[in-house]
């Protein structure tokens, strides 16, 4: 692992157990045994650093959704939300979510990320839901259920447990019905 890299793993756990306040340059250095001559070698300061957590936050969730979607593809329509129930810990680190949409609402740059992101998560639960039930009217406002619940996750206090996390998409995918008799 690069020194690099090392800065950006420190920096995504301050994020997680901190919020963007958390990411100190001396703090983080002091945790890693590093000099801030070492962290002005690899970033051209604060922004520049950020905007690297923020890079690797929407590389990493983009590969997970893409790594999903894949999955779902290979299985049947019908079982496309069961998988997603057995796979979303992959996908949602609650406590990450919370920070980095915390770190959204005051930040344009994590703002920008975490709306495309949004936008990919509920892209592929309408896709998921299409495959499922066929393109209808209601597909979007199917895909908000579980889109809604994975950004709910991240406010709610005390924090669901991976287990009760499973356990609402699990219903959530019990629930999802096929096609609308009356094409909606």
Do not use: C, N
Request: net charge negative; proline share 5%.
């Amino acid at each position: 692992m690069t020194t690099r890299d090392r800065w950006l793993d420190e920096g995504m756990a301050v994020l997680t157990e901190q919020g963007a306040t958390g990411l100190r340059i001396d703090r983080l250095a002091a945790r890693l045994g590093l000099t801030k001559g070492s962290f002005h070698h690899h970033f051209k300061g604060a922004e520049d650093y950020r905007a690297a957590l923020l890079e690797r936050h929407e590389r990493e969730q983009a590969a997970a959704l893409a790594d999903l979607e894949r999955a779902a593809a290979d299985g049947p329509p019908e079982a496309a939300f069961g998988m997603l129930a057995d796979r979303v810990l992959d996908v949602l680190d609650a406590d990450r979510e919370r920070a980095v949409r915390a770190w959204s609402t005051g930040d344009p740059a994590a703002h920008a990320v975490q709306e495309r992101l949004d936008a990919a998560r509920l892209a592929l639960l309408e896709r998921l839901w299409a495959k499922r039930s066929g393109a209808s009217a209601r597909s979007r406002a199917a895909a908000l259920l579980p889109h809604l619940v994975v950004a709910g996750v991240s406010a709610v206090h005390p924090r669901p447990t991976p287990g009760e996390i499973r356990d609402v998409f699990a219903l959530l995918a019990e629930l999802a019905p096929g096609v609308d008799p009356d094409g909606r």
